[in-house]
């Protein structure tokens, strides 16, 4: 068995979640936060059969887009009176981050 950790945008999570349910995979969706941009995203967590994998990255692939953000870095301190703005970060988020690991599953 294998655990699949996806890290996606809130804006794909429906759509993937609901590919993932008709396909009969089980699955756990967490609200998390990224620590770079701290804005909310999602985790999906599935436990799946080895074999299953890549199906499941493909439908992520499928469902997941990339996006653009801009982030303000922090101003720099103004010297003799002089400030210039700091051009806004380009920062690309996304597809889905994916970690795959081994696992083991009991249901109690
Ligand atoms: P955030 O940490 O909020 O990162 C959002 C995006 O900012 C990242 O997109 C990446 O393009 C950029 N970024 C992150 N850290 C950076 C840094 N130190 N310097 C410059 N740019 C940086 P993604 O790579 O698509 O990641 C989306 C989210 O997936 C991340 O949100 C984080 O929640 C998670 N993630 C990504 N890589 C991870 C990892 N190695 N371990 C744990 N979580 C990860």
Same mark, same amino acid.
């Given at each position: 068995?294998? $655990?699949?950790? /996806?890290?996606?945008?809130?804006?794909?999570?429906?759509?993937? #979640?609901? =590919?993932?349910?008709?396909?009969?995979? +089980?699955?756990?969706?967490?609200?998390?936060?990224?620590?770079?941009?701290?804005?909310?995203?999602?985790?999906?967590? $599935?436990?799946? /059969?080895?074999?299953?994998?890549?199906?499941?990255?493909?439908? #992520?692939? =499928?469902?997941?887009?990339?996006?653009? +953000?801009?982030?303000?870095?922090?101003?720099?301190?103004?010297?003799?009176?002089?400030?210039?703005?700091?051009?806004? $970060?380009?920062?690309?988020?996304?597809?889905?981050?994916?970690?795959?690991?081994?696992?083991?599953?009991?249901?109690?």
């Amino acid at each position: 068995m294998k $655990l699949i950790l /996806a890290i996606i945008q809130p804006q794909d999570a429906s759509s993937l #979640v609901d =590919a993932l349910t008709e396909q009969g995979f +089980r699955v756990t969706r967490l609200s998390s936060q990224g620590g770079f941009l701290r804005e909310g995203n999602v985790t999906l967590m $599935l436990s799946v /059969a080895d074999g299953e994998v890549e199906t499941v990255i493909k439908t #992520v692939r =499928a469902h997941c887009s990339t996006r653009t +953000r801009y982030v303000s870095p922090m101003p720099p301190i103004a010297e003799s009176g002089e400030f210039y703005p700091p051009a806004p $970060l380009e920062v690309q988020v996304g597809g889905a981050t994916i970690f795959v690991l081994n696992a083991e599953t009991a249901r109690l």
